[in-house]
Structure formats: structure tokens, C-alpha cells
């Protein structure tokens, strides 16, 4: 029987892909390697708070784009339970080289384009950072510190 030029199917490769892999590997991105990520908060969030997650080279200049980049909208316990993303990286994205940066933001309603590949953390509220590990990284995420005020004797 002829597909009449439609691909042919194929089951996919792993059971263990989400739906984002998922339409990756439809799409034919197989030259992406994943990078799996836990991600972990002991505080509770309102509903449509902002998470941004970056992979950053170690020695990026400042204003250098991310290696990989997504963001998501979460619920309003997302955090709590804990959450298990899948960075979607370039094949050659340099390995043992990099750290991801994960931040959360609400109460302004952050207007981020598709991936957040160009968003910097503003009014984070939780922050948190990891090395890479084996394609891994665990990730707790905790407020940002207040800024010490310095008190001058007069």
C-alpha cells in the first residue's frame, strides 16, 4: 500500500517522553539532546506564577543568550510536589560546561516570549542554580535575600 509521499510512522524510541519530546521527535529535532531537571520549593506559589529556566555557559558574557532555555506557567502547588522538566538542547552544546539557572516570578505577570530565552530575572521571588551532572540537575529554589542595609554611625 502506498503513503501517497506521507512519512511513515514509527513508534517513538523512549517511553519516557513528554509530550514536549514528544513533538520533538515528530518534528524530526532529533539533534537535540535532553537534559532532565528536578526541581524543588518548600514554598507555596499563587496561581500563574512564572517559572524561566536557563542552561548558561560558565564563563557566557553577559549579554550571551542562553544554551537552552523554556519557561512555563505553573499552578498553584506545582513546586510543592515538585516538578520534572526536560530542557531541549542542542546537540553541540558544550557538556560540563554549563549551569542552569531557574527562577520564579509573580505578582506582575511577566510578558516572556515563547521560551523566555531572552528573560532575566526582575522581581524574582524564589531563585535557584545547579551544575549539570550527568544530564541531570536538581534544583531548590529559595527567596532572594533581602539586601543588608549598612547603618552609619553619625
Known sequence: ???????????????????TGLVAETAGLLSMSVLRIELRCAYELPEGAQLVVHELRLAAAPDELPVA?????????????????????????????????AWVEYGGGSELEFDGVRA??????????????????????????????VVRAA
Open 120 to 149: 532575566t530575572p526582575g522581581r524574582a521571588a524564589l531563585v535557584g542554580t545547579s551544575a549539570v551532572d550527568h544530564e541531570a540537575a536538581i534544583i531548590v529554589l529559595q527567596p532572594v535575600p533581602e539586601p543588608r542595609r
Open 69 to 101: 532555555s523554556l519557561q512555563r506557567v505553573l499552578g498553584h502547588s506545582s513546586l510543592v510536589r515538585g516538578m520534572h522538566l526536560q530542557l531541549f538542547r542542542p546537540e553541540g552544546a558544550p557538556r560540563g560546561q554549563t549551569r542552569i539557572l
Open 1 to 19: 500500500m502506498s503513503n501517497h509521499g506521507i512519512g511513515t510512522l514509527r513508534p517513538a524510541r523512549r517511553r519516557d517522553l513528554s509530550w
